[in-house]
């Protein structure tokens, strides 16, 4: 019968050939290896990123966007012009980064305490009060953004989309054509009420004085302005930011306050 015995097994197509052996273990210790080498340069190039930021804040704050170069960054930072252009082709990308980080930073311990009102006009303002303390209270960002101005502090920023969302909502309740023209009120009051409680004397209630009388422009009765402009506010902790951790300690000089008493918070 063509060779094959009674009980004999055909052989199996293929049989006999070698089976590829499974990946040496080797070639699986060079993949992690090169994964360790992606990750830490990686962080690296972060590290970097984050110290030009740290410096340029500072560089900003002592010679004003205006007047700073690329130089002033490179110095600052103790990075070479080739790191400096890896991360950044302009001073203006880095003043815009800048800027941007920061502020996403302050917002993110900021909106959940703005969320806990269900009520839009209050949301509004309570961000609007954090907002000017945190500026107050970390001095060396509230220059910043009131250097740098709205255009690049706020213009397309979190804190643009925000305040808008709010004043959405609150459209119905507030005595306005045009949500836009109400952001540019309440982001105007914001930026010069910064800037007026970092350079001049004024009370401690400063920005619920400046609040109560955007409310009144924008529609709202004197008794409800008033009560929403002064609530109680919950402060926030720290800002645990990458950028602000590293203005734990140094940012706590006091703001200057007016020698006169405070007005009772029913007098604007």
């Not at 110290?51 to 110095?75: Q, Y």
């Not at 930073?105 to 209050?122: C, G, M, N």
């Not at 203005?247 to 604007?268: D, H, I, S, V, Y």
Request: aromatic share 6%.
């Amino acid at each position: 019968m063509l060779g094959l015995t009674l009980g004999s097994v055909p052989a199996r197509p293929g049989a006999g050939a070698r089976v590829p052996s499974p990946p040496m273990a080797e070639n699986e210790s060079e993949a992690t290896t090169e994964d360790h080498r992606v990750r830490v340069g990686a962080q690296r190039r972060e590290k970097t990123r984050l110290r030009l930021l740290e410096s340029a804040l500072r560089v900003f704050n002592d010679k004003g966007p205006e007047l700073a170069v690329i130089d002033d960054f490179i110095a600052a930072a103790g990075v070479s012009r080739g790191t400096f252009y890896n991360h950044f082709k302009t001073t203006n990308e880095l003043l815009l980064a800048l800027a941007t980080a920061m502020s996403d930073e302050v917002l993110q311990i900021v909106d959940p305490l703005v969320l806990h009102h269900d009520d839009p006009v209050a949301r509004f303002a309570t961000g609007t009060r954090l907002y000017m303390r945190m500026a107050v209270r970390y001095p060396l960002w509230g220059t910043f953004i009131t250097q740098v101005g709205t255009r690049i502090a706020t213009r397309g920023q979190m804190i643009d989309r925000y305040l808008t969302r709010d004043l959405e909502l609150a459209r119905k309740r507030l005595n306005v054509d045009s949500v836009r023209v109400a952001r540019d009120i309440v982001l105007g009051a914001i930026f010069y009420g910064i800037e007026t409680m970092l350079t001049e004397p004024t009370l401690e209630n400063h920005p619920e004085q400046i609040l109560r009388c955007v409310l009144l422009g924008l529609g709202l009765k004197p008794a409800e302005a008033q009560a929403i402009a002064f609530m109680p506010l919950e402060i926030p902790g720290a800002v645990e930011g990458p950028i602000f951790s590293g203005l734990k300690g140094t940012e706590a000089a006091p703001r200057r306050a007016a020698k006169r008493r405070p007005a009772a918070p029913g007098r604007a």
